[in-house]
């Protein structure tokens, strides 16, 4: 579960890890959730470095957040930075801050995360999307608490506690050369693994009931309660979205089942794919598969989808516009698409599905990583890994 050989032992009675939870908003009597709040209450102490993985909504905020309010830079800021929805042309500046004139529309001095978070915490969520020339900085800051601001030549240094977070599977990100070995290695001082909603179901009603609790509180709406055949519902539903999916299914049901006792056929409503195994699709990429797999997976299934659609929309078009024409298309079966990796490799089929999204919307890059389901910067890097900038 953690990687905490270089800590002290420190026994903590189940009475003070279930204050502890109540403290800081942290549900669970799993197991799994148990060993991680003994090692937050170890670590939350120190300044040593914390690494938090997991799926995409397990809650590795939360934790991070508990980490802060449980160590003496309590008083002082956390700062919370998303490193994938940085742009890599603004993230050093960002994270550094920059000089007057350092570049173009750099009218005034301004601070970076760093210097805001000085004396406090910075956690750095989604860390495997940070760029390998910022890393090497981040490495620096690390290792001696020293930066430069973009456009300075002048050393500045802060003191700030790391927590960092991520869905990628780092080790494997290393083997590719996208993540630098040496980094890596000093920012798993501490790792923790935060395991997905289906791995700790005991934890579901726990959590059902916390967000329902503070949901009607908050918002003065009465709850009749949930039946039994509900709950087991709950419980076997596989959770792609994890602790985010089963908030927001809460919050949804009781606005609109309000004064209703929740039975299991109103949950089978607010479901979106109602099934006691995985879904085939739309699923985050798991650490139990690399995260290159995951990524070409879900290209290709959501490519699948789409290339089906486009056909569907032509095929209605030319039966129902006779006079319409389209020369620069050939209107294939939707079968067709299945056999693409049967004649293309694994790459060629990659940058084909890319190419095509991309086009779909008109170049814009936004709205074709969301199509794919994968982020922004992972896009970027395979347009440039593929040239497809470079097409004639």
């Known amino acids: ?62 934790l991070a957040k508990a980490i802060h309010e449980a160590s003496p830079r309590a008083h002082l800021p956390m700062v919370t930075v998303n490193c994938g929805a940085i742009p890599e042309g603004i993230i050093e500046s960002e994270l550094f801050g920059h000089e007057k004139g350092a570049f173009t529309g750099a009218s005034d ?20 999307e940070l760029p390998l020339g910022t890393q090497v ?19 500045r240094t802060v003191n700030v506690r790391v927590v960092a977070a991520t869905n990628k599977d780092l080790d494997y990100e290393v083997r590719l050369k996208h993540f630098r070995p040496d980094l890596y290695y000093r920012l798993r001082s501490v790792d923790i693994h935060l395991p997905p909603l289906r791995e700790r179901r005991e934890d579901i009603p726990l959590l059902f009931h916390k967000f329902a609790s503070e949901f009607c509180e908050r918002n003065n709406i009465p709850f009749a309660g949930i039946s039994d055949d509900a709950m087991r519902v709950l419980v076997n539903y596989h959770w792609p979205g994890n602790i985010r999916e089963l908030k927001n299914t809460v919050e949804s049901m009781l606005v609109l ?11 089978h409503r607010y479901l979106r794919d109602y099934q006691t195994g995985p879904v085939d699709r739309n699923l985050p990429a798991t650490l139990g598969r690399t995260s290159e797999q995951a990524e070409r997976e879900l290209i290709y299934r959501a490519l699948v989808d789409l290339k089906s659609d486009i056909i569907e929309i032509k095929n209605f078009l030319v039966n129902h516009s006779p006079s319409t024409q389209f020369p620069q298309y050939e209107v294939t079966e939707a079968a067709d698409v299945s056999g693409m990796e049967e004649n293309l490799s694994l790459d060629e089929m990659e940058k084909r599905l890319i190419i095509e999204a991309l086009e779909k919307h008109r170049g814009n890059r936004r709205l074709a990583a969301k199509a794919l389901r994968i982020s922004e910067r992972t896009l970027y890097r395979k347009i440039k890994e593929y040239g497809i900038g470079n097409r004639e």
């Open 1 to 62: 579960m953690a990687d905490h050989e270089l800590l002290p032992e420190r026994s903590s009675t189940a009475a003070d890890r279930e204050a502890f939870q109540r403290l800081h908003g942290i549900a669970g009597n799993s197991l799994e959730m148990n060993e991680i709040v003994g090692v937050i209450m170890q670590v939350a102490p120190t300044d040593i470095t914390v690494l938090i993985t997991g799926e995409s909504g397990t809650g590795k905020e939360i």
């Open 109 to 128: 001095s301004r601070k970076g995360y760093f210097e805001l978070a000085d004396g406090g915490t910075i956690f750095l969520d989604e860390i495997g």
């Open 137 to 155: 900085k981040f490495l620096r800051v690390l290792e001696n608490g020293e930066f430069m601001r973009v456009g300075s030549g002048a050393p």
């Open 257 to 267: 089942e309000a004064r209703k006792q929740i039975e299991a056929e109103t949950l």
